[in-house]
């Protein structure tokens, strides 16, 4: 029994590991779906596994938590780096090559999901305010609040917000750029 404890704790560790390891090598937070995706469809472990290691993982402070309505978003803190840092080399290389091949394999898509962001809230005046943002690198390029008088609009435009916001971000780039050359 003490042996079989012992491979779950071993386990436990590696998946942490694992989870500190994606994430240093991505410049963006990542959803816990994609996470846990990585591992399962790599066969290392199931989703429950996953989610328990996330959920330690934020618990010890290796990993930041953001939360937002649809998901949340993970990041590792710099306790999480330092703790990678002095454990990287219990962590294969094969290990490493696998989970590498596959951010490679699929770091668009990823940063695609978690480039635009969008949530609503009641505010103070009792409409609600949809706050949209377009993250690159995790920080913002783009930001807008909009304010409307209920919360069905507020849900449509966050709803909207992931198609429509490369459209949106052009069109306002192109025209508050659109410089005519005369100063004011």
Request: include cysteine.
């Amino acid at each position: 029994m003490k042996m079989e404890k012992s491979m779950a704790d071993q386990l436990q560790v590696l998946y942490k590991l694992m989870t500190l390891y994606t994430l240093s090598r991505v410049d963006f937070a990542m959803t816990n779906k994609q996470i846990a995706g990585i591992f399962t469809d790599l066969g290392y472990t199931n989703y429950f596994n996953a989610q328990y290691t996330i959920s330690d993982l934020v618990d010890a402070g290796l990993i930041h938590e953001e939360a937002c309505p649809d998901c949340f978003y993970y990041s590792l803190t710099d306790a999480g780096r330092a703790s990678l840092d002095a454990l990287k080399n219990d962590l294969g290389p094969d290990i490493r090559s696998d989970i590498d091949a596959y951010l490679k394999k699929n770091r668009l898509s990823f940063r695609e999901a978690v480039s635009t962001r969008a949530q609503y809230y009641r505010t103070t005046s009792g409409d609600y305010a949809a706050a949209c943002a377009v993250l690159e690198h995790s920080e913002p390029l783009m930001e807008l609040t909009l304010t409307v008088p209920t919360e069905q609009q507020a849900k449509m435009i966050t709803k909207q917000w992931k198609e429509k916001s490369p459209e949106i971000y052009s069109y306002l780039f192109r025209t508050l750029s659109d410089f005519t050359g005369e100063e004011s």
